[in-house]
């Protein structure tokens, strides 16, 4: 209660408007923080737009400018770039209408899909050590389904393939 409180009417319809000025669409339901809010106090998602004047905005695909700023603050909060997919990205498809590739679309964005070789060595040394110990407790090699850290396992070693070699030359030299 205490949100609706802050959240209001007013502020709903000027959140909407805003993004459809830096996303250049209407923003779907669930890109929309207060979506139910909006449901509550308005009765519908498309009385809100309607409230707000957006309901017959033309949906068009995001900006390029805005899904450039939008990876590059998900690299941030990540630590690394996103790897493609809704999962980490929302608005992928949304990329895909201007981009042949996620590559392509992360070096525009002056990110890059996988680690150089040389970066995050102590972050490879503790992914190796965590599957280790797992194979340990496990008493086999866990999958690439019961690792946790599988996204970070992909954007340091480039494919779960690379980093099983890397556990079995770690083993090795043991």
Known sequence: ???????????????LQQLVATQGRVPRQSMYEHFKIACRLFGSWQEAL??????????????????I???????????????SGPYEFPLYMSVMEYYDSW?????????????????GQAIKDKLIDDVLEMEQIMRRFPTMSECQDFRLIRYYFGSWKNFKAACELRKAAK
């Open 50 to 67: 309607r409230a707000a004047g957006l309901e017959k905005v033309q949906r068009r695909v995001y900006k390029e400018a805005f899904l």
């Open 69 to 83: 700023e939008e990876v590059q603050r998900i690299a941030k909060e990540l630590g690394r770039p996103p790897i």
């Open 103 to 119: 590559e392509a679309f992360l070096a525009r964005a002056g990110l890059k899909k996988f680690a150089e070789a040389e970066e």
């Open 1 to 15: 209660m205490a949100e609706e409180a802050i959240v209001t009417k007013e502020v709903i319809i000027a959140e």
